[in-house]
């Protein structure tokens, strides 16, 4: 199973250590399926007023440099083109939580015609925003319990 783990780097995550901590978690879980605690193929995408994937990254890499450098503003329109309206797997979203208006919409559709636990949300920063919340959303320190039987774990 594919996990896309898609990272906010839009202007906000550069605060507070933010891209640093989600720099953190996508290490953490990119070790997390190569030691088959769960069973993924971890796709690394990066997400601000446009949206990527960075197919040449693997676990034995380190994390993208550029993905450091936050600026710009969150546009869903953007990432769902890059993941569509069905994506092929699980998306982990990386983010504080703070998109512009009308982009939020977008989510607020696309999430809506997803199939049932496609997407988990870990919150980053002290700051995130506290209207992002339900059982999809996980705090940055609660970031295992979100991979918690959510792909399945390979036989070791």
Known sequence: M?????????GSMGDGGKSFTMRTLVLAVAQWAELGYGSAEVMLSGW?????NFVEWNSTKEFPEEMLSCSGTSN?????QL?????DGKVLLLTDGFWPQ?????FKRWKEC?????LRIIKIGSDANPQ???PDVFAAEDFFAALDDWLGASPT
């Open 114 to 118: 997803l199939p049932l636990d496609t």
């Open 48 to 52: 601000a007023t446009e949206a990527r």
């Open 76 to 80: 869903w329109d953007a990432l769902i």
């Open 132 to 134: 992002l919340k339900g």
């Open 102 to 106: 009308g982009s939020a919409k977008f």
């Open 2 to 10: 594919k996990l896309h783990v898609v990272c906010d780097i839009s």
């Open 83 to 87: 993941l569509g309206e069905s994506p």
